[in-house]
């Protein structure tokens, strides 16, 4: 017979509604009570009844994570940063793919992920024109990532101009003077606010701040943001004759296809041309040279959307507490392809969180 709960009552010498607090992760437990349950959970091999817990309190114990597309490395990392996050909340994560057009996401917003508690979403092709889509009342929401800034839903994101301007100061500070951009959106448009409109903004700050002029030819414009279009548009740089001696490239697998390009054409990374990122993905530490890039604290951002997702549910979707803004503290790392052979991964600078609500500058 399946162990239950009141076996772990017994041998814990408590009552089952102490234990029940214990499995929901109730934080009025005494930590001696709390210890004693873990340890008989853990003997007995008591494993929840989710099915029967989600029937008494209407809740499932999944949530749902939309991203625009696991393909892009640091969406998937992301996705397993909030799957850990949501283990250590006894909470299991549905991932599904949102990015293949705007209807896709606007179905997804319509219907959240089906069988799930509530959703974490980061939409890619809604805009400021949607804000109107983002106040949903079926489910609890909360929004990642840089779209669509001061609606109705609570939001996680990160410092995406500071942290671009920070990334361009790098490289200002190993004597770069023509600093190109790759990433730039072909498509600008005022109701639309992406990822790199931002970091564009913060590479043009940093540049106006050291006294340089801006010089549209260094602005290359990459849509998607995959290797090979990386390499593509490294290529057409290369090709055009245009003078650089440092890449910003707004994201690391946008990087990752330019170091590719740069070495077929000769030129040596960081001695003729030194190059950073941003994102922070795996793939950048085992690159030759290592890839410098910006940390948008990914891990934070899992954590404190699953911590504001978790509050959403307990208080209801119609829950009166405005909406909230997180941005998650960043930092440069610092690695070959800016400094050379002797970067060990060194944090050159770091930005605190901030949590604000939608009455300050979020789209920074």
């Given at each position: 017979?399946?162990?239950?709960?009141?076996?772990?009552?017994?041998?814990?010498?408590?009552?089952?509604?102490?234990?029940?607090?214990?499995?929901?992760?109730?934080?009025?437990?005494?930590?001696?009570?709390?210890?004693?349950?873990?340890?008989?959970?853990?003997?007995?091999?008591?494993?929840?009844?989710?099915?029967?817990?989600?029937l008494?309190?209407?809740?499932?114990?999944?949530?749902?994570?939309?991203?625009?597309?696991?393909?892009?490395?640091?969406?998937?990392?992301?996705?397993?940063?909030?799957?850990?996050?949501?283990e250590?909340?006894?909470?299991?994560?549905?991932?599904?793919?949102?990015?293949?057009d705007?209807?896709?996401?606007?179905?997804?917003?319509a219907?959240?992920?089906?069988?799930?508690?509530?959703?974490?979403?980061?939409?890619?092709?809604?805009?400021?024109?949607d804000v109107?889509?983002?106040?949903?009342?079926?489910?609890?929401l909360v929004?990642?990532?840089?779209?669509?800034?001061?609606?109705p839903?609570?939001?996680?994101?990160?410092?995406?101009?500071?942290?671009?301007?920070?990334a361009?100061?790098?490289?200002l500070?190993q004597?770069?003077?023509?600093?190109?951009?790759?990433?730039?959106?072909?498509?600008r448009?005022?109701?639309?606010?992406?990822?790199?409109?931002?970091?564009?903004?913060?590479?043009?700050?940093?540049?106006?701040?050291?006294?340089?002029?801006?010089?549209?030819?260094?602005?290359?414009?990459?849509?998607?943001?995959?290797?090979?279009?990386?390499?593509?548009?490294?290529?057409?740089?290369?090709?055009?004759?245009?003078?650089?001696?440092?890449?910003?490239?707004l994201?690391?697998?946008?990087?990752?296809?330019a170091?590719?390009?740069?070495?077929k054409?000769?030129?040596?990374?960081?001695d003729d041309?030194a190059?950073?990122?941003?994102d922070?993905?795996?793939?950048?530490?085992?690159?030759?040279?290592?890839?410098?890039?910006?940390?948008?604290?990914r891990?934070?951002?899992?954590?404190?959307?699953?911590?504001?997702?978790?509050?959403?549910?307990?208080?209801?979707?119609?829950?009166?507490?405005?909406?909230?803004?997180?941005?998650?503290?960043?930092?440069?790392?610092?690695?070959?392809?800016?400094?050379?052979?002797?970067?060990?991964?060194?944090?050159?600078?770091?930005?605190v969180?901030?949590?604000?609500?939608?009455?300050?500058?979020?789209?920074?």
């Amino acid at each position: 017979m399946s162990v239950t709960m009141r076996d772990v009552a017994v041998l814990a010498r408590v009552s089952v509604k102490t234990v029940s607090n214990v499995v929901n992760n109730h934080p009025h437990v005494h930590p001696v009570t709390r210890s004693r349950v873990e340890q008989a959970i853990a003997e007995l091999g008591y494993r929840p009844n989710l099915s029967a817990r989600g029937l008494r309190s209407g809740r499932t114990g999944v949530i749902g994570l939309a991203v625009p597309e696991l393909r892009q490395n640091y969406f998937a990392e992301l996705a397993d940063a909030v799957i850990l996050a949501a283990e250590r909340q006894n909470l299991s994560v549905i991932v599904g793919q949102a990015g293949r057009d705007r209807q896709h996401e606007i179905n997804v917003l319509a219907n959240g992920l089906r069988q799930t508690d509530g959703l974490l979403f980061s939409p890619e092709r809604l805009g400021t024109e949607d804000v109107e889509l983002l106040d949903v009342v079926d489910y609890p929401l909360v929004l990642l990532g840089e779209r669509i800034f001061g609606g109705p839903a609570d939001h996680v994101t990160m410092h995406n101009v500071s942290a671009s301007r920070a990334a361009v100061e790098h490289l200002l500070a190993q004597g770069r003077r023509r600093i190109a951009v790759l990433g730039a959106h072909p498509d600008r448009r005022e109701n639309q606010l992406r990822a790199s409109d931002l970091r564009v903004r913060g590479y043009r700050e940093a540049l106006e701040i050291a006294g340089l002029p801006h010089d549209p030819d260094l602005e290359r414009m990459v849509a998607p943001w995959h290797q090979e279009d990386g390499a593509r548009a490294m290529d057409e740089l290369i090709d055009s004759g245009v003078e650089f001696d440092a890449l910003f490239a707004l994201n690391d697998t946008l990087a990752l296809g330019a170091l590719r390009s740069l070495g077929k054409s000769g030129r040596r990374i960081p001695d003729d041309v030194a190059l950073i990122g941003f994102d922070n993905i795996t793939d950048g530490r085992f690159t030759l040279p290592s890839l410098s890039t910006v940390d948008p604290g990914r891990d934070e951002i899992a954590e404190r959307a699953i911590g504001m997702l978790i509050e959403r549910i307990e208080w209801g979707p119609r829950s009166p507490r405005p909406p909230r803004l997180h941005k998650a503290r960043f930092h440069i790392v610092e690695r070959e392809s800016t400094v050379g052979g002797a970067a060990t991964d060194r944090t050159v600078r770091n930005e605190v969180a901030e949590s604000v609500d939608f009455s300050t500058d979020s789209a920074t």
